[in-house]
């Protein structure tokens, strides 16, 4: 099933690919509860809801997608959590000599037809849109084995990742953390629909010129692997977004005034602006290739 949020924090799910039926009405309080909880509260009682969305999609036909406004399907997680690269696309790199690694993104995510901020930042080198698969956390999960870690996926979204090169910085905060910079939609596609997310065509676009096109197969850890080793040190908690790390191969630069798309498996597309003050910024840089070079004397940029 493909769940969205939509205009007036309306909760819909999409039926025959091109409709959306709400389903609004099948949770309490909703306007009192306020827009992340709801969705929370769906995925902590799946099983429940499920069935109530099943009953209503039976009985309504909706309304056609392209006449509502879709708003981030996960306004503001507890947590958003993304791999430092993980992805195999250079041939010295291997699942084993390949560590986990991960940073924290702004959890105030940025929906459909959103805008991402470019900040004016002299020391940025280039900003670029990285497109990656994100899974959502369905239950509470710490101290997780990895056979069992799936159990804890609720389902899967697409995600950009908006990345700040060329700085020195003693953490990810300025070149990865900044709000806005993590997009996320159209909508969650819950965990039946795609049996094996280690073989999906991730694609994304700019300006509507095509960028990334990888599979995930190439992912060095693996989603369990991912669970497991993060459920060591943090507790995730349901609704919460991890995304999965990129495939270098096909970024190019961002600028205000562009427009980036991000699809997964035909199930899918959204679409968000760019905007903010950054000067125009095209490098050609790609990551593990160009380095970031410490300003004269040494130490970290100053932002």
């Not at 190019?252 to 003050?277: C, H, L």
């Amino acid at each position: 099933m493909k769940i969205l949020r939509y205009d007036d924090d309306r909760i819909g799910v999409i039926k025959n690919n091109d409709r959306v039926v709400d389903v609004s009405d099948a949770i309490s309080a909703r306007k009192a509860k306020g827009p992340q909880r709801v969705m929370e509260e769906i995925i902590e009682g799946w099983r429940k809801y499920r069935r109530r969305f099943e009953k209503i999609m039976n009985e309504q036909e909706g309304v056609p997608l392209s006449s509502v406004q879709i708003r981030a399907p996960l306004p503001r997680p507890s947590k958003c959590i993304a791999a430092f690269s993980n992805y195999i696309d250079r041939p010295e790199r291997t699942a084993d000599n390949f560590p986990n690694e991960y940073f924290y993104k702004s959890p105030d995510l940025v929906g459909p037809d959103g805008a991402v901020e470019l900040t004016d930042i002299p020391a940025a080198v280039v900003y670029q849109p990285e497109a990656e698969l994100a899974f959502v956390i369905g239950k509470s999960a710490r101290n997780v084995s990895e056979p069992k870690a799936l159990d804890y996926v609720f389902g899967y979204v697409p995600f950009f990742d908006i990345s700040t090169r060329g700085m020195v910085r003693r953490t990810q905060f300025v070149p990865k953390g900044q709000d806005t910079h993590g997009c996320v939609g159209p909508w969650i596609i819950t965990k039946d629909e795609i049996p094996d997310p280690h073989n999906l065509n991730v694609k994304s676009w700019t300006n509507g010129e095509p960028r990334q096109n990888y599979n995930t197969s190439a992912m060095a850890h693996k989603i369990p692997n991912q669970i497991a080793w993060l459920s060591r040190f943090v507790k995730l908690n349901p609704g919460d977004i991890v995304a999965t790390g990129t495939f270098h191969e096909g970024l190019k630069p961002v600028n205000s005034g562009d427009t980036i798309e991000i699809e997964f498996a035909d199930m899918g597309r959204a679409k968000f602006q760019v905007k903010g003050n950054s000067p125009r910024k095209d490098a050609d840089w790609l990551p593990g290739k160009n380095q970031p070079q410490p300003p004269p004397g040494g130490g970290m940029h100053k932002v």
